[in-house]
């Protein structure tokens, strides 16, 4: 209860702190009543779905992220403009103080704020607004193809323009039930990529099982010329839900486990596959999730790598990037290419492709979004299918990737 009451508290501030710059901005009441009665709505239905509306155990509901979508639109848009109020609040204090010293005037009163910055900061903050609302509207399903050319000189020659499609983060548990049609266009896009591989780096769901079942259907029918193959991400476990026995969480977790089987998905449980054409190979590892900062560590890459040969040229899929860096480069096995996910690029950020991206999950990954390379070691950070928490994205797209395999020419 009582942080409940904080956050009120400490919301009603900050709405009454934007109202100010309402009050400056514009004579017209309304637009007042309006921004009081939105973001009274707004709060209230935050609290109730996360109370009395809360389902059992922590399941993350569509009411829920859409709660929370709304609240973080309303806070983005009122923090922004604060900053602005803020800042000439020092000023006029600052003002009003060196009157009052000087003995410009025989009482400390503050200047009036100037329109033009809070009708700048209210524009500004109009951006991100409008961004995330957009997000949760539309660009939650606005898919988009990236394409890479990896080229490498020990690549086995029957590989040459190889193409591998990756998906990660589908969380099926997000999907609006009534958007199948935008989920049926995804699964059509991957398919008319027509790849020799296809790869999912993890979480297929948002915490059970069942989450998948009404899209199973769907996903089975994504194809590829030498098979599928998946991996577990964090979400996949059911670790953040609360189970009534340990039991019903092991068995969600082998439901999942078969329905990737009924669904074409050769699971990889810390194992390796060859992929034969003719004499030539490449290795194929899977490893459970490992990740950094509180994040499941179940992945083992001496396990996973334990029915392959150095020599091989490789090709990792591992959930969580942070593996990357901890386990897989200071590894003495030589990982051609590894496939992750899981940042989804934080759903929301700036990028002009081949120019420009900028995300603040960056402050927490070194390796959020696209292709990086260390040691002649190369990982691809797929920014997710789906979504989870804030249920948008904007700017940062939800992606199919294609990945083309050229050998280096030596001369």
């Known amino acids: 209860m009582l942080r409940w009451i904080l956050f009120l508290v400490l ?31 707004v709060a209230g239905n935050f609290v109730y779905q996360f109370t009395a509306g809360e389902e059992v155990g922590r399941v993350l509901s569509g009411a829920k992220s859409l709660a929370f979508g709304f609240l973080a639109a309303v806070l983005a848009f009122e923090i922004i403009t604060i900053l602005f109020l803020f800042s000439e609040d020092i000023f006029r204090i600052f003002s009003a103080t060196y009157y009052k010293i000087s003995g410009q005037t025989t009482e400390f009163s503050l200047p009036q704020r100037r329109r033009f910055l809070s009708v700048l900061g209210l524009g500004i903050a109009a951006l991100p607004f409008g961004a995330l609302l957009y997000g949760m509207y539309k660009g939650k399903y606005n898919f988009k193809v990236l394409k890479y050319t990896m080229e490498y000189e020990d690549l086995p020659e029957a590989f040459d323009g190889y193409q591998i499609t990756q998906l990660s983060d589908i969380h099926s548990g997000s999907f609006d039930v009534n958007k199948k049609e935008k989920i049926e266009y995804a699964v059509d896009l991957v398919n008319q990529q027509k790849s020799d ?10 915490n059970k099982s069942e989450e998948m079942l009404p899209w199973k259907d769907l996903f089975g029918k994504l194809e590829a010329k030498d098979g599928k193959f998946s991996v577990l991400g964090n979400h996949d476990y059911g670790d953040y839900i609360d189970w009534n026995t340990n039991e019903a969480k092991a068995q969600n977790l082998q439901d999942l486990i078969d329905l990737q089987q009924e669904i074409g998905f050769d699971l990889l449980l810390n194992e390796s596959r060859y992929l034969q054409k003719g004499n030539d190979r490449i290795a194929l590892i899977g ?45 003495d096995y030589h990982y051609h290419l590894t496939l992750s996910g899981h940042t989804h690029g934080m759903q929301f950020g700036i990028e002009i492709p081949g120019w420009f991206k900028w995300s603040p999950v960056k402050w927490r990954y070194e390796q959020w979004a696209g ?19 804030y249920p948008g994205r904007f700017g940062i797209w939800p992606e199919i990737t294609v990945i083309t395999l050229k050998r280096k020419s030596l001369t």
Do not use: C
């Open 197 to 206: 591989l296809l790869l999912f780096t993890g979480d297929m769901v948002n």
């Open 371 to 389: 292709i990086y390379e260390e040691s002649g070691q190369f990982i691809n950070v797929n920014r997710g299918f789906g979504f989870i928490g």
């Open 11 to 41: 919301y009603a501030a900050i709405g009454f702190y934007t109202l100010q710059a309402l009050k400056t901005a514009t004579k017209y009441p309304w637009a007042q009543y309006v921004f009081i009665v939105v973001a009274l709505l």
């Open 287 to 331: 490893v459970e999730n490992w990740g950094k900062g509180g994040f499941k560590k179940a992945g083992d890459l001496n396990k996973a790598k334990s029915q392959i040969e150095p020599k091989d040229f490789k090709i990792l899929m591992s959930h969580d990037p942070s593996h990357w860096e901890a386990e897989v480069i200071p590894d």
